[in-house]
């Protein structure tokens, strides 16, 4: 292999040469436009900056809180529970793993539905319609303590 049989990586782009004369395209202004702050050395502005006006996060007011104690609760409607089988105990595993909750979430059952089929449910919560709902088809209902 000599010298000359070398060629470049494929990909590889060569930088802009800014500021080589005009003949290059990229002469004189350097592709910056003519005068103002982006055209000066080291130009250009913050995020967030509004051109001196009061910024938008400043200027509306503050308002509410972030609870950090708060649990995340997740409220499953009974409707959801008709795509298990038969004689299924259905607790926050397997609700998790078909993607209705997230593992550590509080579960609520809520919501009024015919279901056709007796299935063991285990949650935190349920609504009395959804009691009702699992209960009329000969299921039952298991509330579970919460993790402290």
């Given at each position: 292999m000599q010298l000359h049989e070398l060629?470049?990586?494929?990909?590889?782009?060569?930088?802009?040469?800014?500021?080589?004369?005009?003949?290059?395209g990229t002469g004189s202004t350097s592709g910056k436009g003519h005068k103002?702050?982006?055209?000066?050395?080291?130009?250009?502005?913050?995020?967030?900056?509004?051109?001196?006006?009061?910024?938008?996060?400043?200027?509306?007011?503050?308002?509410g809180f972030y609870n950090k104690w708060a649990k995340d609760t997740c409220e499953i409607n009974v409707r959801y529970l008709e795509q298990f089988d038969a004689d299924k105990v259905v607790d926050l595993d397997v609700l998790a793993g078909c993607g209705?909750?997230?593992?550590?979430?509080?579960v609520r059952i809520i919501g009024k539905f015919d279901l056709t089929k007796a299935l063991t449910v285990k949650a935190h919560k349920f609504t009395a319609g959804a009691k009702e709902s699992i209960e009329k088809c000969g299921g039952?209902?298991?509330e579970i303590g919460f993790d402290k």
């Open positions: 060629k470049k990586p494929e990909g590889l782009k060569a930088r802009k040469r800014l500021g080589r004369g005009n003949a290059s103002g702050q982006k055209a000066r050395s080291g130009g250009g502005v913050r995020r967030g900056f509004e051109g001196g006006t009061m910024p938008y996060n400043r200027r509306v007011p503050k308002r209705l909750c997230s593992k550590g979430e509080t039952k209902i298991e």
